[in-house]
């Protein structure tokens, strides 16, 4: 008796620890037809896409590593001869010579960085369900597992699939609510050079090579495996499938890994590595490894919770509700889009796996768009702005680990190319680390990529206040600054400090080219970089010679200029008014507003102009844009515009029908940039003040929410009704007295001990 009772409790203590919420789940009443329908899970290292077809089923599967080519170094040795010429036709005003000899002598060799490939496809194919009735595929967010569900000749079939990061494997169930019903087969195939075969009656094994690009030849190898476990029924292995027939349930665990072990080490055994996992895998029971996913998942996805209200619109479909948000009438698709940003981050960014790529963990193609992978004139660093303030801070370690390795490759490019020392990374960068300027003049030749990375090297500090990390991250952040005191310039003009060759993100000027000198996003990025480290340094107690220059060159860097039509300059001169594109997308020179705190309404004359340039802008743009105007708005405190930018992004065009951002094509950052704006929205500090609501938008005039972080270590719940603070809690380990701005009044408090 006393263990029945004992054995009850555990069950229902695990029913807790698993409870589903039921609002936080995308779901369709048909399976995907392409890829931007079906639906998304990662372990951080393993993505899979689930379509939730019923006679055939397509989950197509992703490994963080497998990129094309391998190590290699595409510095350019012609590059530094030919600096002294390409700055002096820029101080001249010959911007399309220099355009041209940039192009000639100073890209990288090769001049495009290598893809994110995908691993292929584990195929299902159901004899008979093509028929079929009360059909639901969905994705609960809240557990992190995706399930397919429908009927066929009265029995119910149910299908659940997980990435499981407690157990490195994906994991595919089968159920039907009748017994003996389970009849399948399993297959793989892959656009890769690759082979498939079977072990035993119940194993798929994928073994394969990865792609050559640009001339540099594939030196990875990876393998995919797939066991299926069964209850009841027969199990059989032909020709590179495995047949089920007849059995109660199924159980398919698969697991992929590369040969990969860093940018510059090839020699993993990616045999031993997927036989482990699957080994150890096949000793757990399905619902434990479901238990112990969700539980893990949760632990982050539960931090914060946001409510905005519910209406009946929340019973819709999700790409019905998503063809219908502009109405006005589902504030809770908000809270969705803003919790699919944290799921996804949680899901293709966890510590020891690979940074968030242009679509995350996910990709379909050999040659996907812009390689899918780091753009880091913005994509990137769009990926991790709702990191630390949507209580993920953890999630950005992959990024910090990437741009620790771009230090040590990147020094090498700031030697060659540009015969400096520390270390630079221009725009774009891959699973190698390459660092030198791709593409062509106009996109690559910007040495401030690295620099921005930085930023978030110390954001992560100014969140969580870890010495012991910014002592291990200073060291970083010292290198990128030293590149700079290498490589500023004085131009001839006012004899400003400025970068040269660079670009305004990919912003053509007047000129006819975009290459340039000093451009304001350039002074803007490096001042923060050189106050980061001056802050550090003081922190730190260390290096006060190295400070002394720091400072003395941050007092030398180029201002920001307001122009003739009151807008905050893009560039040195001003051009922004005859530039080629009025409307671009970039809008760099705001990086001041956002994702920076150089323009506050503390700067008014600055926070007029910059307000100025974003109206000169526009509204219109790319996914990613759009995204990134909801947080420019939100800090020009004006809610309701970044909510009109808000109904921009979460449409049907830029928001494709799994949720998934679109630049076009499909393009990740939005998804995180669109949540980074809703937190804006809600908290933000600046200046030293925690304000709650600062941009709080009409549409939303009810809500809560729950676990946001501030600047400061600070954990930061809020309740409003009618647009105004009710409720507030500000949390940290260590309590102390803050400014906080509420409902237009300032209050000094002590945060509670957390
Ligand atoms: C930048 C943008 C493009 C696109 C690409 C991946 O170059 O200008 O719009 O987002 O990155």
Redesign the pocket.
Known sequence: MKRTMLMMVGVLLLAGLCADAADLTLWYRQAASNWTEALPLGNGRLGAMVFGGTESERIQLNEGTLWAGGPYDPSSSEALEALPEARRLIFEGKYKEAHGLIGKKMMARPLKQMPYEPVGDLKLNFPGHGTMSEYRRELDLDTAIAGVSYTVGGVKFSREVFSSPVDQVLVVHLTADKPGQINFTAAMATPQKATVTTEGSDTLVMRGQNGDAQGIAGALKFQARARVQTRGGQITATNGSISISAADSATILIAAATSYKSFNDVSGDPETLAKKYIAQASGRSFDKMRCDHVTEHQRLFRRVSLDLGETDSAKLPTDQRIAKFAEGNDPQLAALYFQFGRYLLISCSRPGGQPAT?QGLWNESMTPP?DCKY?I???TEMNYWPAEPTNLGECTEPLIQMVRELSETGSRTAKINWGAGGWVCHHNTDLWRATAPIDGPT?GFWPMGGAWLCKHLWDRYDFGGDKKYLAKVYPVMKGAAQFFLDTLVEEPKHKWLVTCPSLS??NTHPGGASVCAGPTMDMEIIRDLFNHCIQASEILDTDKEFRAKVVATRDRLAPLQIGSEGQLQEWLDDWDMTAHEIHH??VSHLYALFPGDQITPHTPELFAAAKKSLETRGDNG?G?SLAWKINLWAHLLDGDHAYKMLTMLLHPGPTLPNMFDS?PPF?IDGNFGGPSGITEMLLQRQAGEIQLLPALPSAWPTGKVTGLRARGNFTVDIEWKNGKVTNYRITSPDPHEVKVRINGEVRTITSEKL
């Open positions: 242009l812009w753009t004139n913005i994509n996109w993100p990919e997308r970039h790319t990613w630049c393009q």
